[in-house]
């Protein structure tokens, strides 16, 4: 089990900078997960973190001491990537048992070792395989064998589930669960997968651009998200998102009209000033059909078996989405009524800070 502190954390290319002040604690036997869109740099911190690349400023300690100028073998981290990265010409055993062998332990230790770690995975009858012969999954389970083989403090995932089928995803998501309750080791775990970050994380870290925009356990980013960008990319499908004016404040709630003059009430803790432009956000789970509600025009009924999204204009033109259970009864072209929980509602400034 390790600790590691990442401090203003830098890393440019050229004139790019790619992460920009870093700062985070990660606890000892943590899951921290990393998310963010394409290009924010997720794959450049784990490799930081790793030592297959050095940071351009700021400082990565691991256990409390300062690692920047340690090579990877000296961290204690072994590191899964997405594409398995396999030696294609050794069987799964000597694959696994690859690292320990070039530490030149002795072969008898790496047998055993390599036996017990297969039997933890469910890999035993398949050491004496070519990578060839193996399915995708038993694959990634090898790739995270091989990891484990080495007996690291820390574990860096990155997007270790994406090139497997849903069914094999749910399976290994829950064998990695595992493992980590297990191993009692620090993991870091970087995905696409909202479900992935949502079940398997102590901590999100949410990225953007280079920055850490929020981190916090997964259900407080979903409830609270700090910012409009937070709040959109946690959670699918995504928060929906309405321009207001602030009209009255009276006994703890404010009172914001839409774009069609639609005024309506949101608790909020205090005031903001009468005529301030807000951005209101509601989730999809949160506006629900009520008879004599607000005119909600359905355009695209998805009915997904275990539920069903509507989506259409709301509001004055607003593009939203309900979510509703699977049996609901709903036409394209339809107008339904419908309220949405008021006390869930979230109010975002111009710069997209959340205020209320
Ligand atoms: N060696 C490099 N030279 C120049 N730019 C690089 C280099 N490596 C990465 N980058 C850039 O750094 C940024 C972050 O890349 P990174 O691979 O960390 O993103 P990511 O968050 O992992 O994205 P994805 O979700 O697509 O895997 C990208 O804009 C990328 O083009
Ligand atoms: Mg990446």
Redesign the pocket.
Known sequence: MSTISLRKLQKS??A?H?LRDIDLEVEDGAFVVFV??????????LRMISGLDTPSGGEIFIDGNLVNDVDPKGRGIAMVFQSYALYPHMTVAENMGFGLKIEGRPKEEIQATVGKVAQTLQLEPLLKRMPRDLSGGQRQRVAIGRAIVRDPNVFLF??PLSNLDAELRIEMRQEIARLHKQLDATMIY?T?DQVEAMTLADKIVV?RA?RVEQVGNPIELYENPANEFVAGFIGSPKMNMFDVTVTDFVDGNTTVAFADGTQIAIPTASSPSSGDRLRCGIRPEHISPQKGGTPFAVEVVERLGHGTYLYGGFLGGEKICLSLPQDYAAAADETIGVAFDRDKARLFDQDGKRVY
């Open positions: 290319y050229g790019a790619v963010g869109p394409s290009g924010c740099g997720k794959s450049t911190l990155d997007e970087v696409h990225l280079g």
